[in-house]
């Protein structure tokens, strides 16, 4: 049963026994003055006997006086006349989609042929146990999770439902996309010919996408004093280039020589960002490790997969590496140096 509203019709508040039909105002009775019917007063009022005076006071006495998505709450409690006998309040019970569930999630709530916890009461495929569509920006199962966020999603026919970037088998060439596999707009393969104006003009990657793993397309950069030769470099950017002079003109950092690894350059761990895909790891190949991609003595809380043994600084050795043994140091420690974007031996 929906619960009784108790209002009251005094300035001073209401005083709150327990819900009764008020005694006034039910039908004329012995009233002498004032308003003898409903429709004598404006409307949202009722003509109430207030000791043998008609009085109009706001209030109702079946839902055909009250505005759509309402109904007629019948049981109040007054200190004072007037008081009508019923208050408009909105029907708990309405399922304007019609899909027989109700926005309310009040488990005394009542509404026989009907369910609760509708979260969207204006969409008809949106309530509980409808299915979570992955990409579609709302949540469809009224979990309280949107997409990609709820391990339960669906995606559209023909897109493969994925939890990371590694469970579409193509890093670079397709990205897991708010819960689906989508094809990389941007392919590696589509390198600009930069022949125009007569300028000495070469292409260059912008890098990586590092929440997909796909590129973010190619631009051309002026070409400057570099040479044509062919010795590629992997930047950190994630992107690999012809040469070093080359990757330096775009303005990244030499990560390693020789291309880079599909999926170099990808999240594998974000700070306080649980919808950025994760892997736990990189895949399963055994060819990354996990590292820092913060400025030195920040706290940013990101890294990005990492060809093993690839480094900037120390402290990204060992780098997916084993630790070296003391053996050749005499006794003395052996640790892992930064050396030309390599971790190497050392003694300590």
Request: hydrophobic share 25%.
């Amino acid at each position: 049963m929906v619960a009784a509203v108790l209002a009251a019709c005094s300035s001073l508040g209401p005083r709150v026994e327990k819900p009764v039909i008020d005694p006034h105002g039910n039908d004329a009775g012995d009233q002498t003055t004032g308003c003898m019917t409903d429709s004598e007063c404006g409307a949202s009022q009722v003509c109430v006997n207030c000791a043998g005076n008609g009085e109009c006071a706001p209030g109702c006495r079946d839902a055909s006086q009250c505005a759509a998505r309402e109904i007629c709450q019948l049981g109040t409690v007054c200190q004072a006349c007037p008081c009508a006998p019923g208050w408009c309040v909105i029907d708990p019970c309405r399922d304007e989609d019609n899909d027989g569930f109700v926005p309310s999630d009040d488990v005394l709530l009542d509404c026989p042929g009907k369910q609760r916890g509708d979260c969207n009461d204006r969409a008809p495929d949106v309530h509980p146990g409808a299915a979570e569509l992955c990409q579609n920006y709302r949540d469809d199962n009224c979990d309280g999770k949107v997409d990609e966020r709820d391990s339960a999603c669906v995606c559209a026919s023909g897109k493969q439902h994925c939890t990371t970037n590694w469970d579409c088998g193509d890093p670079g060439g397709a990205g897991c996309v708010k819960g689906c596999c989508e094809p990389c707009a941007n392919q590696t393969g589509t390198k600009p010919t930069c022949n125009f104006g007569g300028g000495n003009y070469c292409p260059q990657q912008y890098g990586v996408n590092p929440n997909t793993g796909c590129s973010y397309g190619w631009t051309c950069d002026s070409c400057g004093s570099c040479g044509a030769t062919v010795d590629p470099v992997c930047g950190a950017n994630g992107s690999t280039y012809d040469n070093t002079c080359l990757m330096q003109q775009r303005g990244t950092k030499l990560m390693h020589r020789g291309a880079c690894l599909p999926g170099e350059g990808m999240f594998c761990q974000v700070a306080n960002q649980p919808w950025v895909p994760l892997d736990g790891g990189c895949g399963s190949s055994g060819d990354f490790y996990c590292r820092s991609n913060c400025p030195a003595g920040s706290s940013c809380g990101s890294s990005v997969c990492t060809q093993k043994g690839a480094c900037l600084t120390d402290s990204d050795c060992p780098a997916g590496l084993p630790l070296p043994t003391p053996a050749d140091c005499d006794g003395g420690a052996a640790v892992l140096r930064c050396v030309s974007n390599a971790c190497v031996s050392r003694c300590g």
